[in-house]
Nanobody, 124 residues
Framework: VQLQASGGGLVQPGGSQRLSCGAF????????MGWFRQAPGKEREFVAA????????FYADSVRGRFTISRGDAMNPIYLTMSSLKPEDTAVYYC??????????????????WGQGTKVTVSS
């Protein structure tokens, strides 16, 4: 499956934004999907993930209560709705998919497919 994140842009602090993850190809057999981000000069970090069969969600402490990962349709299997955005949320956001059930959904190394990122800038 090929993935493509979209929906980024410039947002004022306290604002909201919704990111989409487009999928090209079958998502059959996926174990989970997630969102990760990478800020300038920093390592890629986990943001949110969803277990495919149960729709159980997982969040990084830094975004819990502000961000929501949700499932969509075959064309856009996941979304990330972000609210109460802070300047420290500025980063390139990536969506990813994995087929294996081994390892934590928060671990980037366990993901098989990655989309090109979309940049989110939180600034006044």
């Amino acid at each position: 499956v090929q993935l493509q994140a979209s929906g980024g842009g410039l947002v004022q602090p306290g604002g909201s934004q919704r990111l989409s993850c487009g999928a090209f190809g079958s998502t059959y057999g996926i174990y989970g999907m997630g969102w990760f981000r990478q800020a300038p000069g920093k390592e890629r970090e986990f943001v949110a993930a969803i277990h495919w069969s149960t729709s159980t969600t997982f969040y990084a402490d830094s975004v819990r209560g502000r961000f929501t990962i949700s499932r969509g349709d075959a064309m856009n299997p996941i979304y990330l709705t972000m609210s109460s955005l802070k300047p420290e949320d500025t980063a390139v956001y990536y969506c990813a998919a994995r087929y294996s059930g081994r390892g934590e959904l928060s671990s980037a190394q366990t993901y098989d497919y990655w989309g090109q990122g979309t940049k989110v800038t939180v600034s006044s």
